[in-house]
């Protein structure tokens, strides 16, 4: 009887050591720490080990350490990793109707984009890949996307015969496509290489990424087009999300609100810097969008709006427009 006591005590007391064990979230992106969403991922671990103090263990992953931009929506959907913050172009098989943020000149400024996705039009979209096991906890701004070459980009004539490495998403192709470029998919972490050795001739990426991960180093011009966004959509696998005790989820969901609230701001406010360190290092030159060259690129490109309307939703591309105002 006393044996049965002692082992019935230790499977007790095992089971409080293993219980007393923090659960493990893996975060893991592709870009650098430096970045906006970088700076997000490291602020949510602080934030919820805060929060759930010995319940949690946050484990951010930057630069495609634990998987790369083109393995991560699988790792999440396997359970492999728990949270990732893929750019809103990686969602096309996902649904159509993220595709609004990858039209061209939609979007005036940085904030029009904010204020469009804080309407319910936009938060409606965190939930519109549920049926397919992912579920959006919120938007993480990047920047304005600018153009970049090894020749100069001032109409829209210029991209002619160019090959451009984009993100795999079916706009991104129609918007290069349209001004008679090459448009080529490339991982993220592939970007410096094939800029650096000619396998394409330029790219499109907001400041922060030019600056941090380089790519001025590798090409002459910068034209500051501001012609598209990108930002990310925070993601989680549904049935691991919805599984979570309540605590854990309320406080996982807090730390997301505030790390997100924190990594936009970072992204106002380092916009400017980033550029500024761009053209401080004299490896590319800037160049300006005036107005008549903006207008003739908003001309060339608005066709794929059109192209698209059908997959996104007039209603949504009506709601993004308005914003503007």
Same mark, same amino acid.
């Given at each position: 009887?006393k044996l049965k006591i002692i082992l019935a005590s230790a499977l007790l007391a095992l089971g409080a050591v293993a219980h007393a064990q923090p659960m493990v979230? @893996?975060?893991?992106?592709?870009?650098?720490?430096?970045? =906006?969403?970088?700076?997000?991922?490291?602020? $949510?671990?602080?934030?919820?080990?805060?929060?759930?103090?010995?319940?949690?263990?946050?484990?951010?992953? =930057?630069?495609? #350490? %634990?998987?790369?931009?083109?393995?991560?929506?699988?790792? %999440?959907?396997?359970?492999? &990793?728990?949270?990732?913050?893929?750019?809103?172009?990686?969602? *096309?098989?996902?649904?159509?109707?993220?595709?609004?943020?990858?039209? =061209?000149?939609?979007?005036?400024?940085?904030?029009?984009?904010?204020?469009f996705q804080a309407t319910p039009a936009g938060q409606s979209l965190l939930a519109s890949m549920e049926k397919k096991g992912i579920t959006g906890l919120g938007?993480?701004?990047? *920047?304005?996307?600018?153009?970049?070459?090894?020749?100069?980009?001032?109409?829209?004539?210029?991209?002619?015969?160019?090959? $451009?490495?984009?993100?795999?998403?079916?706009?991104? +192709?129609?918007?290069?496509?349209? &001004? /008679?470029?090459?448009? #080529?998919?490339?991982?993220?972490?592939?970007?410096? #290489?094939? %800029?650096?050795?000619?396998?394409?001739?330029?790219? +499109?990426n907001p400041w922060s990424n030019i600056y941090s991960k380089k790519f001025h180093e590798v090409q002459k011009y910068v034209m500051e087009s501001d012609h598209?966004?990108?930002?990310?959509?925070?993601?989680?696998?549904?049935?691991?999300?919805?599984? %979570?005790?309540?605590?854990?989820?309320?406080?996982?969901?807090?730390?997301?609100?505030?790390?997100?609230?924190?990594?936009?701001?970072?992204?106002?406010?380092?916009?400017? /810097?980033?550029?500024?360190? &761009?053209?401080?290092?004299?490896?590319?030159?800037?160049?300006?969008?005036?107005?008549?060259?903006?207008?003739?690129?908003?001309?060339?490109?608005?066709?794929?709006?059109?192209?698209?309307? *059908?997959?996104?939703? @007039?209603?949504?591309?009506?709601?993004? #427009?308005?914003?503007?105002?």
């Open positions: 009887m979230i @893996k975060y893991s992106h592709v870009v650098a720490d430096v970045t =906006p969403k970088g700076q997000a991922a490291l602020k $949510f671990k602080e934030l919820a080990e805060k929060k759930l103090a010995g319940k949690v263990e946050v484990q951010v992953f =930057p630069n495609s #350490q %634990l998987f790369g931009d083109g393995k991560e929506m699988e790792a %999440l959907l396997l359970g492999d &990793v728990q949270i990732i913050a893929p750019s809103l172009a990686k969602f *096309g098989k996902y649904t159509k109707q993220l595709q609004i943020f990858d039209l =061209p000149f939609l979007f005036d400024n940085i904030e029009a984009v904010d204020r938007y993480l701004h990047n *920047g304005m996307k600018q153009l970049s070459a090894n020749k100069q980009l001032n109409v829209p004539g210029d991209a002619a015969g160019l090959k $451009f490495r984009i993100q795999s998403s079916d706009v991104l +192709e129609a918007q290069f496509k349209a &001004v /008679g470029a090459n448009p #080529q998919k490339l991982a993220f972490a592939e970007v410096y #290489q094939a %800029l650096q050795t000619g396998v394409v001739d330029g790219a +499109e598209g966004v990108l930002d990310y959509m925070v993601i989680t696998n549904t049935g691991w999300w919805n599984g %979570l005790p309540a605590d854990i989820r309320a406080g996982l969901k807090s730390a997301m609100v505030e790390s997100i609230a924190f990594g936009n701001k970072v992204a106002f406010d380092e916009a400017a /810097g980033f550029r500024a360190k &761009v053209i401080a290092d004299k490896k590319a030159e800037i160049l300006p969008m005036t107005k008549a060259n903006l207008a003739a690129w908003r001309a060339a490109m608005k066709p794929v709006w059109a192209k698209f309307e *059908g997959d996104i939703g @007039k209603d949504l591309i009506d709601a993004a #427009q308005a914003a503007n105002q």
